[in-house]
């Protein structure tokens, strides 16, 4: 996969990038895991023979995942935003990521158990949150920011409300 790519992303894993890509692979489409490579020698994140890297995709976008040992931890200054259709797909993979390890955060944010953040979006917010409506804009937004998963009804809800008056 690397050869053929001019970019792809490189994300740090303490220990755990091939379990981490396989996990990936059995939840979302379009997911894959490629080659591991193990290191030549020993270094601080990897005895020699030790997966070093693991090819894989995540959602059709290529990536690396480099076991590089405690050294570094993951942010949300990165995460992955998912594109869901409705609530069935969002609470999918919601709960697989929570449910495996991971943790819930605001607004639609969750981590995985190895630290790396996804905003798990129902294309009914992106798109909402991008019309020329500002007052519905502002409701759906003020409803997302009271959840953890969003809840789509909820915000078709907030989005249909009728303002009240000043």
């Known amino acids: 996969m690397t050869t053929n790519n001019k970019a792809l992303i490189c994300l740090w894993y303490e220990k755990d990038a091939e379990a981490a890509a396989r996990f990936y692979a059995g939840i979302f489409p379009d997911t894959s895991v490629g080659k591991v490579h193990n290191s030549p020698a020993d270094n601080p994140s990897a005895k020699e023979g030790e997966p070093l890297t693991v090819e894989f995709t995540v959602l059709g976008i290529p990536c690396l995942g480099l076991n590089g040992g405690p050294h570094f931890k993951q942010s949300e200054a990165f995460s992955f935003q998912v594109i869901t259709e409705d609530q069935e797909e969002t609470d999918r993979y919601w709960n697989a990521i929570v449910g495996n390890g991971g943790q819930e955060s605001m607004c639609g944010w969750c ?38 998963k969003i809840d789509i009804a909820a915000l078709e809800a907030a989005a249909d409300a009728v303002p009240a008056e000043a």
């Open 111 to 148: 981590k995985d158990r190895w630290g790396v953040s996804w905003q798990i979006t129902p294309r009914f917010l992106a798109e909402a949150m991008n019309q020329g409506d500002s007052g519905r804009a502002k409701r759906i937004f003020e409803a997302m920011m009271k959840m953890k």
